[in-house]
């Protein structure tokens, strides 16, 4: 019902659109321009779609203002990193009380006794450790899963992202591993260490732990950075209980996954894993990530580094628990990330993944919807996919492009990597009927339908 032609239109449209509406930015993108490799400090910046670069001015809550000062109602929130909302009030005040007293020793505060109890007590694991991002929390659980069972194997899923981990960039075509072409620079085959199968195959999970290499299972228990992925009823418990069989460490990362509920996905409904990654959100948007790991997995590593040395183990950096990051991370933990924000968060991701369901339908749109607690996403196709391969076919560039695009000239933010929202304590009803009413425009606009 949305042809090519229609597609094009509209993206002509709103470049236009957005260029003339935003000269500030055009004019900061120029100067960036002048020594900021392609023109941002960071590359990711350059992937909303927009004819330059949109510069930010502020934030607060579920609302964002650009360099032109235009409004948004942001269901990005940094793409998670602010899932909890734009500068929270405690955790602003926690990072300017740190900042006057130290920004970062190399030594624990009084903070880091609180947070380590607080992710135990929600994550049912009792050791934990800190890095500065999900990306380097992955990297060392790697490490620390191939030197505690002497494997070299890791087990990613088809369509997976785990950060910045050469590991992790496998993909499956046609059945057949082959390595990501983004990942730039990669010297080595990381087919040789990296096992890669398709989410919900049992049959292949089991084929794969079988041979007795495998390490650990790194996984989201939902899959949320191919679109959005769900488990199949009874997967993740049959996961868990093959992992513990062939003695492989089975990790989490539940960056994505928080969104379900206090405990994340594991602490809402199971099971319990034997590493837990938790990155962006945990620190109210500063650099920072955790891990946690059993005790049974925490005596077989002190069991490998009393058979080593001391020294550089190449897990952490200098800045890895940072006094400023664990006095945000308390603060969020304590006074953000609570009982009472997801009791606001789920019931309005309900009403909007309603309220998109509902504006689709309106539209003779036959596409799917579904969320994991707070964070949803539509794809535009008619049925659910199990495993990467069906969700990446389901992906429709220049057409999810176009539908950014009209969103961001209208003051609606979403996620500029596939069609990914999120709702935070901050969001309110109101913002969910705008991105609605702004989505029902876009549709009728594309399908020929607007008045």
């Not at 049912?124 to 060392?140: D, I, K, M, Y």
């Not at 991701?349 to 607690?373: D, F, I, S, T």
Request: charged fraction near 15%.
């Amino acid at each position: 019902m949305i042809s090519p032609a229609a597609i094009q239109t509209m993206l002509t449209a709103e470049r236009a659109h957005f260029a003339k509406a935003n000269p500030r930015s055009a004019a900061l993108a120029q100067d960036a321009a002048r020594h900021w490799h392609c023109g941002v400090p960071f590359h990711w910046m350059l992937d909303w779609g927009t004819p330059f670069p949109l510069f930010a001015a502020r934030a607060h809550g579920a609302e964002l203002w650009d360099a032109d000062g235009h409004r948004y109602d942001d269901f990005c929130l940094g793409d998670t990193g602010s899932m909890f909302g734009h500068s929270p009030q405690p955790v602003a005040r926690a990072i300017a009380d740190q900042a006057a007293r130290g920004l970062t020793f190399m030594l624990p505060t009084e903070d880091a006794v609180v947070v380590a109890d607080e992710l135990a007590a929600r994550f049912l694991l009792p050791f934990w450790q800190v890095t500065s991002s999900a990306s380097e929390a992955n990297r060392a659980v790697i490490r620390w899963a191939r030197a505690v069972t002497r494997r070299d194997k890791v087990l990613v899923f088809n369509g997976c992202y785990h950060g910045a981990v050469d590991d992790v960039f496998v993909d499956l075509r046609g059945g057949v591993p082959e390595l990501r072409a983004s990942l730039i620079g990669q010297v080595y085959d990381v087919r040789d260490h990296t096992v890669v199968i398709e989410f919900n195959d049992l049959a292949a999970l089991e084929a794969a732990l079988n041979k007795g290499d495998v390490a650990c299972v790194l996984a989201e228990p939902a899959m949320t950075n191919v679109g959005m992925v769900l488990p199949d009823a009874g997967y993740l418990t049959a996961l868990r209980q093959l992992t513990a069989r062939h003695d492989v460490l089975l990790v989490f990362d539940e960056t994505h996954t928080i969104s379900t509920g206090y405990g994340g996905y594991t602490g809402t409904h199971g099971p319990l894993p034997d590493m837990f990654v938790l990155g962006k959100p945990v620190a109210g948007g500063v650099p920072s990530a955790v891990y946690g790991f059993s005790a049974e997995v925490a005596a077989r590593m002190e069991r490998v580094r009393a058979a080593g040395e001391t020294g550089h183990s190449g897990i952490g950096t200098t800045l890895s628990a940072n006094a400023l990051a664990l006095a945000a991370m308390r603060a969020c933990l304590t006074e953000v990330m609570t009982p009472a924000a997801y009791d606001h968060m789920l019931p309005l991701a309900e009403q909007l993944a309603g309220k998109v369901r509902a504006v689709m339908a309106a539209n003779n749109l036959n596409w799917h919807v579904a969320h994991v607690g707070a964070r949803g996403e539509f794809l535009c196709t008619d049925t659910a996919p199990r495993n990467g391969t069906q969700a990446r076919a389901a992906m429709q560039g220049p057409l999810e492009h176009a539908l950014h695009l009209f969103l961001i000239n209208r003051g609606v933010l979403i996620a500029p990597f596939h069609n990914m929202t999120l709702v935070s304590p901050a969001t309110v009803p109101s913002q969910v009927d705008r991105l609605a009413e702004v989505l029902d425009q876009c549709l009728k606009t594309l399908t020929g339908s607007a008045s």
